[in-house]
Every structure is written in C-alpha cells, then in structure tokens.
C-alpha cells in the first residue's frame, strides 16, 4: 500500500498533522476510532468522505512511522 497517494500533510491543514486526501480527516482521528472499538464499517458510515483504501493507508502510515522511530533497548 503506498499511502502517500492517500495521506498528505499540509501546514495549513489540521496543524500539519497526517490527514486523509483532502479531507481534515487526520491518520489519527482513524486508528483512535479503530482503538477504541469503532468498526470500519462504522467510521466508513460516519465519514462518507473517506473509503476502505483511505483506512488501509493510515495502517500504512503508522507502520512505516513506528518503522522509522523505533530504537532497541540497550543490552
């Protein structure tokens, strides 16, 4: 999944923060909703803006986010 086609980051958007297309929809908002036992069909229903590929790229997002920060505990 290439999420760059579908998460963009603009200053003048949300603080900057990742939002979906051109939505002020934030990658955030999405996996907060799925953390706290929202269903994808729920948030689809609740945000008839964003699409299955939109929430597909937030997961894409946060892995590739977590990829880059993670650090290994000393030895």
Do not use: Q, W
């Amino acid at each position: 999944m290439n999420y760059m086609k579908r998460i963009s980051i603009r200053s003048d958007r949300r603080s900057g923060k990742p939002c979906i297309r051109d939505t002020r929809i934030t990658v955030y908002d999405v996996l907060s909703y799925l953390a706290s036992g929202m269903t994808e069909s729920e948030i689809l229903d609740d945000f008839p803006a964003i699409e299955h590929e939109d929430i597909l790229a937030c997961y894409a997002y946060a892995a590739e986010r977590d990829r880059k920060t993670f650090h290994s505990p000393a030895a």
